[in-house]
């Protein structure tokens, strides 16, 4: 699994078992389909895990009616592979 920033988003980018390539984008709440390969491919910058963490978190902060995910909630949010939006 890889995650990017794209323009302020967190997206993932992860191959099921299907062999098809699927990116997601982090809403705050959960992951949501993200289909713009070429918006990433041209201006995504490749993230480690903890960039990506705390691009999560960010991005969860600036829902304000969220609570703040532990550290653990938010590892287990990044590799999950349910959507929940």
Known sequence: MNFYEVGGLLVRRWVPAQRRRAMEVWDG???????????????????????ALA???LTRDRQGTLARFSEDEARVALRSRVRRS
């Open 29 to 51: 709440d959960g992951w949501a389909a993200y289909s713009d390969v070429d918006h990433v491919l041209r201006y995504g910058q490749l993230l480690t895990e903890a960039r």
């Open 55 to 57: 691009l999560l978190h």
